[in-house]
């Protein structure tokens, strides 16, 4: 794993560590009080306590997505797809590295708002475990999808970008317009946010999320094996 954390851009660098954990979460928690400063008045502790967690969602997805990228660099992916598809310790190991660092991210910044009374600690510790491992799922989904583009990052900031508009930050997912409400619930994260919210969460439909991104990303990773081995073995790869 050590090598794993090496091959990333946030741990190679003081100044990346510090922009990626803590400047860039930071910047993301204020921007979503000051979208509702016009609807209600002071910091609201709900808004930065779910924004932290996405921010350990989208980090996490990232971390995923780097993994993916640093493999296909060293011809890594064309080994293991070949050799050792469904090798645990390679899914593992990219689980953990993400799993720990996007975890850092929100303890480290759940402990500085706590410091300052902005955010409900418990929340994020006992919320962020399972959002992260959505992100973990939705991650490896993007990363799998964009095997073989031209952009390997296409789907992966793709849906970090829709994580950071539509998870539910601002307020329960519930209460958004339809459209919205709808292209939230594609994704894990504004259900699992209801509780930040106030609002009950609805663990069925939040089960079956996650069920059917499991399923579809196992899917898509069948598909794109057997485009990528064929081309392998025809060497065309």
Known sequence: MKVLFKSLPYFNHWKSFLLYFLILPIAQAFMFVLIVQDYSSGVSQSIMTASIILSSVTLCIGIVSGLFVA?????????????SPYSLYYWSTHFAVSFL????????????????????????????????????IVGTCGSIMSWRYQNVYFWTNLFSQCVVLFGGAIGSVSTYPVIFKWISYIFPFGMLLESVHGHPVNTLMLAINLLVWILFTAGAYVYQLKRVTENINRGLF
Request: charged share 15%; glycine share 10%; net charge negative.
């Open 71 to 83: 493999d296909i660099s060293r011809r890594v992916d064309r080994l293991v797809a070949v050799d």
């Open 101 to 136: 660092g996007a975890y850092l991210l929100a303890i480290i910044n759940g402990l500085l708002f706590y410091a300052i009374g902005l955010v409900d600690i418990v929340q994020i510790l006992t919320i962020s475990p399972l959002a992260i491992l959505g992100g973990f």
